[in-house]
């Protein structure tokens, strides 16, 4: 039953992250910058410090009692993936969502699943979530074996970008995605696919605060809230600094007040985008919480997020004109994360 609630709360999770680009889209007239740091706001600062004051009883204090080296590796673990956070903005403007999505977190399950067993192989002791421990039990093959079928499955979805940047003219590709451009798009993913691996780093070095949490009353379920306050404050970080140098580059500060534009609604969306990406970690700690293993969960959230995104960019039509053998690849690529979502949920069940 903890598994099978762990599974549900990671959907959830990953619906909202899968989802949370749409709102974007009602932003009118603003340039990327412009609205991504204000969702980001939401996303980093306001909204992760109001779910830790409701769940998590005397956070601040929490975090004003860790020790250094722990607040350290949170926030820069958060500095890492803001950088994987702008690049994964870059790359939903290039490749559209659920390309996108799919060549970015292709690679942000490969490392954030297996980086950390591996780290406690490598530098704890008498841990038993270890890269060789999963090696060595049922369990931990078969969440594995899912990791190895999610990876196959984010393959078969590039394999489909690359045939629709080979079937559809320019003219064809921008209806939907306006400044599509796969070279751009595939180069910016994969450094966002790779930076972003570091939001799972983040959890592991702030786990002691998790702990903390748990012997001050908190609910297990949400003991991770005051992990992502420190982890976001570096994410607000990187973000913030490069969107305000946009800003000025691009000579788009009048963006934020400029009455020739639907302010109350662009405000409205950027928040509601921002809030909404929020959601997946939240309920990302709900589901660790349930499976307790950091591979499995992950590999989880991702698996949703691509399975989500996917079918977004399917209703958004973000494949039309395409022939019947390139839209059929999609679908099989879906499909084929939607059986590894599967695999690692049994495999958790099997501890």
């Not at 005051?226 to 788009?252: D, E, H, M, S, Y």
Request: hydrophobic content about 50%.
């Amino acid at each position: 039953m903890q598994a099978i609630l762990g599974v549900i709360f990671h959907f959830i999770g990953g619906f909202a992250s899968g989802s949370f680009y749409i709102p974007f889209k009602k932003v009118k007239n603003w340039a990327w910058e412009s609205y991504w740091i204000v969702g980001g706001l939401f996303s980093w600062l306001i909204v992760p410090f109001l779910a830790a004051w409701i769940t998590v009883p005397d956070f601040l204090a929490i975090i004003r009692d860790t020790d250094s080296s722990t607040l350290f590796w949170t926030y820069f673990m958060g500095v890492l993936w803001g950088i994987g956070g702008l690049t994964f903005g870059l790359a939903m403007r290039y490749l559209g969502m659920s390309l996108g999505m799919s060549v970015a977190l292709g690679y942000t399950s490969a490392f954030g699943s297996l980086i950390p067993p591996i780290y406690r192989d490598l530098f704890t002791k008498d841990n038993p979530h270890t890269f060789s421990a999963m090696l060595h039990s049922a369990s931990g093959q078969m969440v594995l074996i899912g990791v190895v079928v999610c990876l196959i499955g984010i393959a078969i979805c590039g394999a489909a970008g690359v045939m629709k940047e080979r079937e559809l003219s320019d003219d064809q590709k921008k209806e939907s995605i306006k400044e599509f451009s796969l070279r751009k798009g595939l180069i910016v993913a994969t450094i966002s696919g790779i930076l972003s691996a570091c939001f799972n780093f983040g959890i592991e070095a702030g786990k002691p605060m998790a702990g903390v949490a748990i012997e001050h009353g908190a609910n297990p379920l949400f003991q991770n809230n005051v992990i992502f306050v420190v982890l976001l404050w570096g994410g607000l970080t990187t973000n913030l600094l490069w969107c305000l140098l946009l800003n000025a580059r691009n000579k788009t500060f009048s963006n934020y007040t400029d009455k020739k534009t639907p302010l109350s609604n662009n405000y409205l969306f950027a928040a509601l985008a921002g809030t909404t990406w929020f959601f997946q970690f939240f309920f990302y700690g709900m589901g660790e919480s349930k499976l307790g293993n950091g591979a499995s969960s992950w590999i989880l959230h991702m698996a949703f997020i691509i399975m989500i995104s996917s079918l977004w960019g399917i209703v958004l039509h973000e494949w039309r004109g395409v022939s019947k053998k390139t839209f059929g690849t999609i679908l099989l690529g879906v499909l084929t994360i939607m059986i590894s979502v599967l695999l690692v949920g049994y495999g958790n069940s099997l501890n």
